[in-house]
Each structure stands twice: as C-alpha cells, then as structure tokens.
C-alpha cells in the first residue's frame, strides 16, 4: 500500500512542477449554496462518495466526523478549472506555484491522526488550495492557516470565504514560527516537508495536543511524524514514508 501511496504522490510531485494557474471562476460560487455544501447539481456527488468508500475507509480511516467531512468538502472547487475532472483521483494534484494539493487519502488520515475534537483550535502550516483547512474546518471550532506564497494563501482566504467556510483564518507568512497570537493548540497539521520539527510549533501545541508533520528532506523521502505532548515531554513516532513539497523559509 505505501508504494502505492509514494508513486501516487511522486506522481503528483512531477504534475506539480508544471505550475499550472489557480481557478479563475470557481470563486463566483454562490456562497448560499455552497455552505449547505451538497447541491442537487453537483456533479461529482457520486465520485466524492466513492473517493470515500474506496480510497479513505477502504485503508481504514473509520473516523465518521472524518468520513463525513471528507464527503462533503467538495475537493473539485480547490483545485485548478483545467484539474476538476482529476478532483477524487486517488493522487496528489497540481495547485500552481510548483505546489500540490495532498492525495485525498493522506488529508483523511493526517486529520484523523490528530484526533480532531468540536471544541479544537487547530493550526495548519501551508494552507495552499484551502482544502485540508475546509476539512478540518467541518469538525473542530477554529483553524488557523499559515501559507509562505501570497498568491496561493490570498486565492485560498477568497474560496473559503466564498465557500462559507467561516471558521477558517488565514495569515500569508513563513509558517515556521507558528502563530503565537492564537496558541496553545489542540493539534498542527503540517503539509509540507520540513528537514526538522520546528521549536515554536512544539512550543505551540498544547499538552496532550497532537501535531503531524512530515520530515526529511526534500526531493528524497520523507517520514510522516506524530509529535505529542505528554507531562511536559515530546514524544515522536514514525508513521509512514510519503513525499511532500518542501518546508520553505522567508528569506
Ligand atoms: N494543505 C494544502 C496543500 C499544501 S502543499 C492543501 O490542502 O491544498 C504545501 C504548502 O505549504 C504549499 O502551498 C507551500 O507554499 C506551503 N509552505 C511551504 N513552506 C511553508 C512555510 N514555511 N510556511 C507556510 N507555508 C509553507
């Protein structure tokens, strides 16, 4: 399954340096329908559902607040007009900017890993197309995004205001320094591959929080670390090998 899962994503990593553009129209969304987040004209309605059944719980994601935000966080409207069509494939797609928006599955299980409460206040570290914070946006109360590329987090801020999706903050700046404003967190989700755990993030995370991130470096694979916070200590544990764009920092 991981081989699978790191040809997917390599798969991915080459569409990604193609640097194809943002969607041009998918912002003029009718914010109404959209919040209700399943329109009787959806078209992909059925291809999100199977993305589900198949990709997600068919390799054992069984959380249902994370099933259920999967199935209706419509994944087709994060993604450039030219990609739609490829929106539930079970690999990563290109999002402009040499980025990429994650293979569903690895959204799904980096969401569940941190065990996402209503109640949370959850920071994410490369915002990029919106998606993974309009999951996560459906289960807990606040999240908080970080995006280094202006243009990525000012496109993403637009769609999910346009989308309705109003707990969602986000701040273009180098993610490494977390966002001490809004902190302590319940969990940090970080989406992009840094060569060590930044200090202020674990500063950051609250205790008993959890954060996932994935290590290593770039261009080469990475480990999908779980970092928790336990009377004071910081455990890590190795999750899996994946392949994600790089940790960049602000010059
Ligand atoms: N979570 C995104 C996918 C992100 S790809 C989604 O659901 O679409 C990783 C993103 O991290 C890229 O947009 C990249 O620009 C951003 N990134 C890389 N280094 C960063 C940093 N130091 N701070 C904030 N964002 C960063």
């Known amino acids: 399954m991981f081989k699978l899962i790191i040809s997917v994503i390599l798969l991915g990593f080459t569409f990604a340096c193609n640097g194809n553009s943002l969607p041009k129209n998918q912002e003029e969304d009718n914010p109404q329908s959209a919040q209700v ?60 900017h040499g980025q990429t928006i994650s293979q569903p599955y690895i959204v799904a299980y980096m969401t569940e890993i941190v065990e996402p409460e209503p109640d949370d206040r959850v920071l994410e570290i490369g915002t990029g197309s919106g998606y993974q914070a309009a999951v996560l946006s459906k289960i807990v109360k606040e999240v908080y995004t970080i ?38 967190f319940d969990a940090i989700v970080v989406t992009a591959a840094a060569e060590f755990i930044p200090p202020p993030l674990i500063k950051q995370l609250k205790e008993d929080g959890k ?31 994946v392949r994600f764009v790089p940790f960049r920092r602000s010059e």
């Open 147 to 184: 995006e280094i590329i202006p243009e990525l987090g000012n496109a993403a801020a637009k769609r999910l205001n346009n989308l309705g999706y109003d707990n969602v903050e986000v701040k273009i700046a180098d993610g490494y320094y977390g966002w001490e404003e809004h902190a302590p």
């Open 211 to 241: 954060m996932i991130i994935p290590v290593g470096s770039p261009f080469r694979t990475q480990s999908l670390m779980l970092v928790e916070k336990e009377d004071g200590e910081t455990k890590t544990k190795n999750l899996m090998p």
């Open 37 to 96: 987040q399943e329109t009787p004209d959806d078209p992909y309605q059925e291809d999100r559902q199977n993305m589900v059944t198949y990709q997600i719980e068919g390799r054992g994601v069984n959380d249902d607040d994370v099933l259920q935000a999967m199935r209706t966080v419509r994944r087709h409207l994060f993604v450039p007009e030219n990609e739609t069509e490829n929106a539930y494939n079970d690999n990563p797609l290109p999002i402009g």
